[in-house]
């Protein structure tokens, strides 16, 4: 078994390094094309044929990922929707392999964030060019992320929002589920920021963002990078139609100072309610909880990505 070469260093040179491609047959068509295509692609660049590594249901990408690490892969495709990346991430966060992310499904949203390609084979092109960015990871009882932990109506909004249609109507499935909880009872909270005192609020949902843009560019954590070595939280308190109108409209405009949103900064954020309620990371629901526990891991992800960083940067 050999150890991938560090990814910081992979950009400066022109070997051809091993890969291994996770696909989420369930989120994408035509696995075996695909399949053809990327091969090709890799050869034609010299590359070796990629390890290829299909999720299941009891194991959707972090075992693939741990199985790419463990074999000695630089680089690592991930071809799915954000379970799929935020499962391969846990995986890979720590290590020297490289995530190589292929969009598919409905949300895509490191991919959006990061400025990466839509088109998986313009995907491939990105890793063959070698440019790298070490990224931050949010970790929540043993699990990670890499967008955005939540407790409250995002959560809710993405349990109540199936499968079936969010593959028919795409990012418009969460509008209607959306709608279906603005008005749910409020969540009484308490906020603690790197241990400062807690800030008690009453609100309908508590964001903690690694990266701030949604679906249909909405950018709800306007100051958030990837790369700070903290994470953005946003305290969302809106008490009537009125109130959700504003945030919308503040979210559009790009405004930081709203009555009923308010945003806070920290590498240790504690959200304790006072009854369990519905948490998520990345849009993957999780166990409901009392409460929401992050911690940031500074650059411990290594994302391929259209400009390559300086090797001063590395």
């Not at 190589?100 to 839509?118: F, H, I, M, R």
Request: with cysteine; glycine share 10%; net charge negative.
């Amino acid at each position: 078994m050999t150890s991938p070469a560090p990814a910081s260093v992979q950009r400066l040179g022109d070997e051809p390094l091993r890969s291994a491609v996770i696909v989420n047959p369930n989120r994408v068509d035509g696995t075996d094309q695909l399949r053809a295509d990327i091969t090709e692609r890799l050869a034609g660049a010299g590359w070796p044929e990629p390890l290829w590594l299909e999720t299941t249901a009891d194991d959707p990408g972090r075992g693939q990922a741990e199985q790419a690490v463990a074999e000695g892969v630089d680089v690592v495709f991930v071809c799915g929707g954000d379970g799929t990346v935020r499962s391969a991430i846990e995986g890979l966060a720590g290590t020297d392999a490289a995530l190589a992310v292929l969009p598919g499904g409905t949300g895509n949203l490191l991919a959006g964030n990061l400025e990466l390609p839509t088109d998986a084979m313009d995907g491939v092109d990105v890793a063959l060019a070698r440019g790298r960015r070490a990224v931050d990871v949010g970790d929540v009882d043993g699990q990670s992320f890499a967008v955005m932990a939540g407790m409250g109506l995002d959560a809710a909004m993405m349990d109540d929002a199936p499968t079936a249609i969010k593959n028919a109507l795409g990012p418009v499935a969460y509008v209607f589920s959306a709608l279906r909880h603005a008005f749910d009872k409020e969540m009484h909270v308490e906020v603690v920021v790197d241990g400062a005192p807690p800030l008690r609020r009453h609100v309908r949902t508590v964001l903690v963002g690694n990266v701030g843009r949604l679906q249909g560019g909405l950018d709800v954590l306007p100051d958030a990078e990837p790369d700070s070595g903290q994470l953005d939280v946003a305290i969302v308190a809106p008490r009537n139609l009125g109130h959700w109108l504003q945030i919308l409209g503040a979210v559009i405009r790009r405004r930081k100072r709203l009555p009923r949103l308010e945003y806070l900064r920290g590498s240790h954020i504690v959200v304790r309610a006072d009854t369990e309620h519905p948490r998520q990371l990345d849009g993957d629901v999780i166990e409901p909880g009392r409460v929401l526990e992050v911690t940031v891991r500074p650059s411990a992800l290594w994302v391929c990505v259209p400009q390559p960083d300086t090797p001063e940067k590395a």
